[in-house]
């Protein structure tokens, strides 16, 4: 099992910068990549950044040169850093953690006002 805790959410103005991190725990060593999705209201759930054991990242086109994701194996944690900030980035962040099957957290919202 596999546990994941979310935070950094919050209302931005357009243009601005927010950072999400998540810390997991459990058995972490099972873990072979980890992610942060998306889901805006009325729409489906979309891959945002992941990062594999591996360090290899893979990011959505959409968001491409504004969010980085990076993880300090130390502190058993994944960010989302994210820069220059759009309406349409507003959603509920998750984040997720694939060993055999997907871990999710519980969300934390990220609003951004034009």
């Known amino acids: 099992q596999v546990q994941l805790v979310e935070s950094g959410g919050g209302l931005v103005q357009a243009g601005g910068s927010l950072r999400l991190s998540c810390a997991a725990s459990?058995?972490?060593?099972?873990?072979?990549?980890m992610g942060w999705y998306r889901q805006a209201p009325g729409k489906q759930r979309e891959l945002v950044a992941m990062?594999?054991?591996?360090?290899?990242?893979n990011y959505a086109d959409s968001v491409k040169g504004r969010f980085t994701i990076s993880r300090n194996n130390a502190k058993n944690t994944v960010y989302l850093q994210m820069i220059s900030l759009k309406p349409e980035d507003t959603a509920v962040y998750y984040c997720?953690?694939?060993?055999?099957?997907?871990?999710w957290g519980q969300g934390t919202q990220v609003t951004v006002s034009s």
């Open positions: 459990g058995s972490i060593f099972s873990i072979n990549a």
């Open positions: 997720n953690a694939w060993t055999n099957r997907d871990y």
């Open positions: 990062i594999t054991s591996g360090g290899t990242t």
